[in-house]
């Protein structure tokens, strides 16, 4: 059974983050357990280079939850026997052998190498009497194990060196590697102590060390527990939420809370969160705090007079005689304070929750970092967004064209041109605000409405214009749309886009707050004063029931809107918005009779 110590090191290859595949594929073709279970489920035979092009090939989500599930197989039970680290490595040892072996006996080709360590992977399994069914010479190797040498005459090469290295453990493979594959004892030996050298230098590039003393198993359990604890950190969206999840969450781990000093903005310095009535310099050498961010370790103090007062009251604060520090990585920082009278493993404890902590939130003390989740999100969607304004503007271009099309074969009609040009004005004004979305450039090449831009232009023209609009769109309602005005014309500079859209979407509220037959009335009138400014109103009304209680208590926020699939019921957050962008004043009157929204607006001086 695979032990303790690889399942751990196994763990952290696929925990969240960047995925070190090479070391990855490394650790699962030292292990037969691990390495049985991932050809099966790939359905592939043991060859390295096969396995490596289905690991590359799965997506990083997919990789991970298949890789975390093989954990959950191959992880201690109370009843499991498991190897020792030392005994795994006496069967690795053996593996390796076989491929130094090959690498010593077979010609030089190009794929000499592959084969060479698909000789190693082929006898760990077999030495550990893993059968892999689409594998035929794995099924050779465990089939023939045992065969007497005088039998092996004829077979195969990797047959050969397998009976070698099986009998390493009972003593007869110098015999053997003399008598199949005609190596004298001092060469033999050699082959041995280049497979020696390379199983230290494999177990140092894996990181496992043979460690009798290291509790493994306790601390998979550890780890495992840090994880989903410190999974609840992935809501946090900014610091002052953080702080406070990890109060909640580091309590399951710790008997205390851990203290939180923060780097500051200039990165001189660590602050004691919340209050920061205690700093440390960063600069400081008496410190253990800024030690901990200098060494990326784990840093221990005792109480003593012999140590910096700032680092005193920090333990006093825990109320400890004892503490552990360690630094998140990078800057700014943050430097966790943990009470190492705890009963927990405490070093290892902060260590794996500092690591779980810093990939949960890179830079959780910046307020609009997000976590790799959301972010993750957020490029989703704005790739989502890049497609539906791409798809939108095609019809739209298209539809464009048509208008232009009749537009010059109905030339004659100056009330259908007119008409026309205002369905086309429409269609700028969608193209407009489909591509004010970031980063996505505008397709329809036409001049456009710019918000923030202010025109010159006759209001009273350019609102009879909308009013007819209007009617168009409500006539197969038989809903009366009438425009009133006091004057005949009347011109000014106005932030046309953003007027353009809050009447739109208060005559497109109030239609459809009517019903068949109902009336709307857009109306202008000015020489109105307001708060010493002289000014102008335009006016929607509709014959309605009146907006309901659940819209007024929230007019600036998304409703749920009781029209259908098609409406979003954002459109009056959106005018408030705008009223407020063009500093305009927004007035509301309701009953069961109609609603009335009055928009004033400061006129030219």
């Not at 195969?156 to 397998?162: R, S, V």
């Not at 271009?397 to 041109?417: A, F, G, M, R, W």
């Amino acid at each position: 059974m695979t032990p303790d110590a690889v399942i751990y090191r196994y763990l952290e290859l696929v925990d969240p983050g960047p995925t070190d595949m090479d070391r990855l594929l490394s650790l699962i073709t030292s292990d037969a357990d691990l390495l049985s279970r991932w050809l099966r489920i790939l359905q592939i035979p043991a060859q390295t280079s096969l396995l490596r092009e289905r690991l590359d090939g799965l997506a990083s989500d997919e990789l991970k939850g298949m890789a975390d599930a093989q954990v959950w197989t191959v992880s201690p039970t109370p009843t499991s026997a498991r190897l020792s680290l030392d005994q795994w490595s006496t069967v690795l040892r053996a593996a390796q052998l076989a491929e130094v072996l090959a690498d010593h006996f077979l010609p030089p080709t190009p794929n000499a190498e592959a084969v060479s360590r698909d000789e190693r992977i082929r006898a760990l399994l077999a030495l550990s009497g893993v059968h892999i069914p689409i594998d035929p010479v794995l099924a050779d190797l465990i089939e023939f194990r045992g065969a007497r040498p005088d039998l092996l005459e004829d077979a195969a090469l990797e047959l050969k060196i397998f009976v070698v290295v099986d009998a390493i453990e009972l003593g007869r493979d110098e015999r053997l590697a003399g008598e199949l594959l005609g190596l004298n004892v001092s060469d033999y030996r050699d082959l041995l102590a280049q497979a020696d050298r390379k199983v230290r230098e494999h177990l140092a590039y894996l990181s496992l060390e043979i460690d009798d003393e290291v509790d493994w198993s306790h601390r998979i359990w550890l780890r495992q527990q840090i994880n989903v604890a410190t999974a609840a950190l992935q809501r946090c969206v900014d610091f002052s939420e953080l702080a406070s999840m990890h109060t909640q969450v580091s309590r399951t781990l710790f008997t205390k809370a851990p203290l939180l000093l923060v780097q500051s903005d200039d990165l001189e310095k660590f602050e004691l969160f919340p209050n920061r009535e205690l700093s440390v310099q960063r600069a400081s050498r008496s410190s253990g705090v800024a030690q901990a961010v200098r060494t990326g370790a784990n840093v221990t103090l005792l109480e003593s007079f012999d140590i910096a007062v700032v680092d005193r009251q920090l333990m006093q604060r825990l109320e400890c005689d004892n503490a552990v520090l360690r630094a998140t990585d990078g800057e700014p920082a943050i430097v966790f304070v943990a009470d190492a009278d705890d009963d927990l493993d405490v070093d290892t404890a902060l260590q794996l929750y500092v690591e779980a902590f810093s990939r949960r939130l890179p830079n959780p003390q910046n307020p609009t970092a997000e976590d790799g989740q959301l972010s993750t999100y957020r490029e989703e969607e704005i790739a989502r967004l890049r497609e539906i304004v791409h798809e939108a503007n095609n019809p739209l271009s298209i539809v464009h064209n048509y208008l232009h099309i009749l537009e010059l074969k109905l030339q004659d009609d100056p009330t259908v041109t007119e008409q026309l040009q205002l369905i086309t004005s429409e269609l700028h004004r969608a193209g407009q605000i489909f591509a004010r979305a970031r980063d996505i450039p505008e397709s329809i090449t036409t001049e456009v409405e710019q918000l923030g831009v202010l025109t010159d232009l006759d209001l009273v023209a350019w609102l009879r214009d909308i009013a007819t609009l209007q009617a168009g769109a409500l006539a197969a309602r038989q809903i009366d749309v009438s425009f009133k005005t006091s004057v005949e014309n009347f011109q000014t500079q106005v932030d046309k886009g953003a007027l353009h859209q809050i009447l739109t979407n208060l005559l497109k509220n109030a239609g459809g707050a009517s019903a068949n037959g109902g009336s709307v009335t857009l109306e202008f009138s000015h020489q109105h004063f307001r708060n010493e400014d002289y000014g102008f109103e335009i006016s929607v009304s509709d014959t309605g029931p009146g907006l309901p209680e659940s819209v007024l208590t929230n007019l600036r926020g998304a409703k749920e809107s009781s029209k259908g699939d098609e409406h979003q019921g954002i459109g009056l957050s959106v005018v408030y918005r705008l009223v407020a962008e063009i500093g305009g004043e927004l007035d509301l009157r309701t009953g069961s009779n109609g609603t009335w929204f009055s928009l004033f607006l400061q006129a030219d001086e």
